[in-house]
């Protein structure tokens, strides 16, 4: 069914919206408010007016529009006109079988709208729990990351979805490598920081210094003893004593010509003592002491020039190259004082041997504190060469880093999008389900469909159609022509007068408008197609008792409540109803309930009004906001109308206000009007009252006076006047007194 009817931009609507339509629709409008537009959409006009309005649906089965307007009468009122099927002559069992797999149909419709609106629940739970996650990774991951890491979410980073649905992909394609937050950071700051350039490598030339250094502490002489000749006999007392180097550095202080001791000062010195002496520290010792003097010097000129290399290797004032390394310079530093304390502790132990060359020592070696500063450098260069192969591969080691980024957000938050993708899973199944079960109850309702109109087939027949037409016509006092099925064209008919005579050019407006409705009736019970004899329909009715005479009228208003009653019980195709009229009896008639209810769950009014070429729609809900006969009566007045309508609104008026009070009208008061035409009309309107007739008086002639309706309207306002009452005359008509 029709939810709403949705009016935009076309005259004479801005925008109005006929909203919360229920099974049957009342709206009442005067002419030329744009009750047609309306009835023109629903039926489907191709104008271009109409492109920016819509109708919205209850479910997505949408029955077929019929119309009954203006342009229904004019296409459908000709000598020949389209038959139209009907349930027919089939057998009892053939008619009941069709009515169950109609049932059938019916029921499998409302399963499938009842799996509709599940998919739809489902839907919206779907979309919930997307937006529910995707609000909590924006939060918990972008927003938490994009200070260090923003180009790797770019294109992402203005829209929560977009970067939920590249977080979901990425977590199934697992491109990427997971990696510490600190390592990330710092390829961050050097990979999308702009243009990168080449840093040196921190150059340590000192192996060659290293290795001799080497050499010099495996030398054999620190582990020896260095004394003097053993074969001179004061050998022994100098070994004795253990002071060879005492003896030796005495030597230094021993004048060649004299013959005092210096160490005891007495003359004891001889040239025999001599001679022994300068026997025991022969050419091997002195080759000695100077081989440990040579190597001492050597040692501490080396350490020299490798602390040198090592200061000038080490970039202290290149702030880019100590960056990208990441150079600590203060360990470094210690390392180097560590450095400093071993060679300073080895030339300690090599002065004692050289002081002392009969002492054994151990020289240490600055080995390892060289090789502590070598890792640090070696680190060091290890970091610079992975920023110069960045720098070779800068684009491709982006498009790495951002991946590697993703990777290692979506490990950190692993366990939330594992919950949310299990989640969705699970929604998506059931989701699927429903579908699934839903698409399979469609197949069978089109199999139910199809058929039904191949039993339709079976079934139908243009009769039927004729038959319930012309006893409608003679039921309601139309016997001077019939409807008769056409002889040169199966399933079409004509209209013929009672001695065969073609009716076509002969008909009164009135005939042929109630001939066109109960046509277009008939056509609401079956289709001119017999393919469609089933299909579920949407009645609109726009002013359907135009040109017809009153009696008439109250015929077409019990056509259309039946109809009402059979669409609140279920019965029939037809599933809605629209109603348009802008005759305030026809609306009272049509819209009448049940003499007990005011209102009904099934029903809705609305009005149309028109202000300064603008429509507007107003809904006034279940109430029928033209509430009582009496207002009716007025509101038809003020709107004008044909002769006969206004005469017998005025009668009624006159009946039912007079009759109320008690008041009495004679010739009296008709003396009071002054020209025949309007005494005339007065007596007219009095007869109706005394007389107690709804009958039209044939013998008035009043229909002579081209002004009629304006005199009816003065005399009827002259007898409010006579009788004093003009003040609710002006209530009524709605003048300000």
């Known amino acids: 069914m029709i939810k709403s009817i949705n009016l935009k931009n076309c005259t004479p609507y801005n925008c109005a919206e006929i909203t919360d339509c229920k099974s049957i629709n009342f709206i009442f409008g005067s002419n030329g408010s744009g009750k047609s537009t309306v009835s023109s959409f629903l039926a489907g006009a191709s104008d271009v007016r109409y492109s920016e309005s819509s109708i919205d649906w209850y479910s997505e089965n949408h029955e077929t529009i019929c119309v009954y307007n203006k342009n229904f009468r004019k296409e459908n009122f000709k000598q020949t006109i389209p038959g139209v099927f009907t349930l027919g002559n089939g057998t009892i069992e053939d008619i009941e079988n069709l009515e169950k797999l109609k049932a059938d149909h019916g029921d499998l419709l409302k399963e499938i709208a009842g799996l509709s609106g599940s998919l739809d629940k489902k839907e919206e739970e779907i979309a919930n729990r997307n937006q529910k996650f995707a609000e909590d990774v924006w939060r918990g991951i972008l927003k938490k990351y994009e200070a260090d890491f923003q180009k790797a979410f770019d294109g992402f980073r203005g829209n929560k979805e977009k970067f939920r649905f590249e977080l979901e992909r990425r977590f199934t394609e697992k491109a990427g490598n997971v990696c510490v937050f600190d390592d990330l950071k710092k390829r961050a700051k050097a990979l999308y920081s702009g243009k990168m350039s080449k840093c040196p490598s921190i150059a340590l030339e000192i192996d060659d210094f290293c290795k001799r250094i080497i050499e010099i502490k495996n030398d054999p002489i620190w582990s020896v003893s260095i004394i003097g000749n053993d074969d001179v006999d004061i050998a022994a007392l100098i070994k004795k004593f253990d002071n060879s180097s005492w003896v030796n550095q005495g030597l230094k202080y021993l004048d060649e010509n004299s013959s005092v001791c210096p160490f005891c000062q007495q003359e004891t010195i001889t040239n025999d003592f001599r001679k022994k002496i300068e026997e025991f520290f022969n050419e091997e010792y002195s080759n000695n002491v100077a081989k440990i003097n040579n190597l001492k010097q050597e040692y501490i000129e080396l350490c020299n020039k490798i602390k040198a290399v090592i200061g000038d290797s080490v970039p202290y004032g290149e702030p880019t190259t100590s960056e990208v390394s990441g150079l600590d310079f203060e360990d470094f530093q210690n390392k180097l004082l560590l450095l400093q304390s071993a060679i300073e502790k080895d030339s300690s132990e090599i002065s004692k041997k050289i002081n002392n060359p009969e002492t054994k020592i151990e020289i240490v070696g600055i080995g390892d504190e060289i090789d502590r500063l070598k890792a640090i450098i070696c680190e060091a260069n290890e970091r610079i060469d992975k920023h110069n192969l960045l720098v070779d591969n800068q684009k491709a080691e982006e498009e790495q880093l951002t991946n590697d980024i993703w990777a290692s957000c979506i490990h950190w938050n692993e366990s939330i999008i594992k919950r949310f993708l299990e989640d969705s899973c699970d929604l998506k199944k059931g989701f699927e389900g429903i579908k699934k079960a839903r698409d399979e109850k469609r197949k069978k309702a089109l199999e139910l469909e199809n058929l039904i109109v191949e039993k339709g087939k079976s079934i139908t027949s243009v009769q039927p159609t004729v038959d319930e037409i012309n006893r409608s016509l003679k039921a309601y006092g139309f016997d001077s022509f019939s409807i008769q099925k056409a002889g040169t064209e199966d ?15 002969t008909l009164s407006e009135g005939e042929e408008t109630f001939l066109t409705f109960l046509y277009f009736m008939q056509m609401t019970k079956g289709s001119s197609d017999p393919e469609h004899v089933s299909d579920e329909k949407i009645i609109v009715l726009d002013d359907p008792i135009s040109s017809l005479d009153s009696n008439i009228l109250y ?16 019965i029939g ?65 003020k709107e004008g109308g044909s002769l006969i309508t206004i005469q017998n609104t005025m009668r009624r008026i006159i009946e039912n206000y007079f009759g109320i009070i008690g008041g009495r009208l004679d010739e009296k008061l008709i003396d009071g009007f002054e020209t025949i ?61």
């Open 555 to 570: 015929v077409v208003g019990a056509l259309v409540k039946n109809l009402t009653k059979d669409i609140k019980k279920g």
């Open 491 to 505: 399933n079409y008919y004509c209209i013929k007068r009672k001695d065969g005579s073609p009716a076509e050019g």
């Open 677 to 737: 035409e309007e005494k005339t009309i007065a007596r007219s309107l009095l007869y109706w009252i005394n007389d107690g007739s709804h009958s039209i008086p044939d013998d008035l002639y009043i229909d002579s006076f081209t002004d009629a309706v304006p005199k009816y309207k003065s005399v009827f306002k002259e007898l409010f006047v006579r009788s004093n009452h003009l003040a609710h005359y002006n209530m009524m008509m709605g003048i300000d007194d």
């Open 573 to 637: 195709n037809v599933k809605q109803l629209f109603v348009l009229t802008h005759n305030v009896f026809f609306h009272k008639e049509a819209s009448f309930i049940d003499g007990r209810s005011k209102e009904c769950d099934d029903v809705n009014y609305w009005i149309i009004r028109k202000d300064e070429g603008i429509s507007t729609i107003k809904s006034y809900g279940r109430k029928n906001p033209i509430s009582t006969s009496y207002q009716l009566l007025w509101a038809e007045l």
